[in-house]
């Protein structure tokens, strides 16, 4: 009797977390293009686009990415997400001249803060408003 006791209990507070995922293509929130234009104006390699996929749990923004045709690009991956706070833009971009690099760009107390990691190079580069600020080569 314990047993299914035990079991029914598990089933029923696995089904009480479950959370319903949903993505929609759209257009991007006020927010969130205000933090793009803010991030590219400082950073121009981070690319400006007024659509995004935004992911949904229970009707509240969890994530939300970019998606951009890399036809005629040097690139091979080109991602951007954003979080939900509207606060930090992740990116992480492949191309044969630069290899793998990843980093995100958040917003401080009105300074926008980058941080970069190259794999193919080692390099780690801190920016802040567009001027590195620090390097460090591994």
Known sequence: MK????????IFTTMSFAQTITSKQEEVSIAQYELLQKVN???PDITLSK????????????D?????DLKA??????????????KKV?????????????????LFKGN????????QTGLIDVSLNGKS???SKK
Do not use: H, M, R
Request: hydrophobic fraction near 35%; charged fraction near 20%; glycine fraction near 6%.
């Open 3 to 10: 047993k299914y006791t035990l079991l029914l209990a598990l």
């Open 41 to 43: 104006k400082a950073y």
């Open 51 to 62: 659509t995004i996929t935004n992911f949904y749990a229970d009707g509240k923004i969890i």
């Open 64 to 68: 939300s990415q970019q998606q951009f």
């Open 73 to 86: 690009t040097k690139f091979t991956s080109y991602k951007l997400g954003i979080e939900p706070d509207n």
């Open 90 to 106: 992740l990116f992480e971009y492949d191309s044969p001249e630069t290899g793998k690099v990843y980093g995100d760009v958040s």
């Open 112 to 119: 926008v803060l980058k941080t970069t990691f190259s794999e």
């Open 133 to 135: 600020v620090y390097q």
